[in-house]
């Protein structure tokens, strides 16, 4: 069994982030807001096809990631389900 290694995804992840900022890129426009997603529950289920998507939205994941740099309180680790669909979205929009 194969685990993740948390310090190497916050490499990978700052080294391309880091490599957005160094060719100038500091922001993206968010000119799309709503997003079709598989549910967490049948996601990672590869015996059935998904049944239901569910509908994420860009802009409540923005303000939600946003609202952890202005609390001093610990980050829930499940706000990495609002951070990964921007993040997707940064390299869409970067690779086209």
């Known amino acids: 069994m194969r685990s993740i290694d948390i310090k190497k995804i916050k490499e990978a992840t700052n ?3 880091d490599q957005l900022l160094a060719d100038g890129i500091e922001t993206i ?3 799309n807001q709503m997003y079709l997603a598989v549910s967490s529950t049948e996601k990672y289920d590869m015996d059935n096809v998904p049944e239901q998507l569910v509908v994420g939205d860009l802009f409540d ?8 740099l202005q609390s ?3 980050a829930a680790v499940y706000s990495l ?16």
């Open 15 to 17: 080294r391309i982030l």
């Open 29 to 31: 426009p968010l000119s």
């Open 61 to 68: 994941d923005l303000e939600f990631s946003e609202s952890i």
């Open 72 to 74: 001093d309180e610990r």
């Open 81 to 96: 389900t609002e951070i990964s669909p921007l993040l997707a979205y940064v390299g869409e929009v970067v690779a086209n």
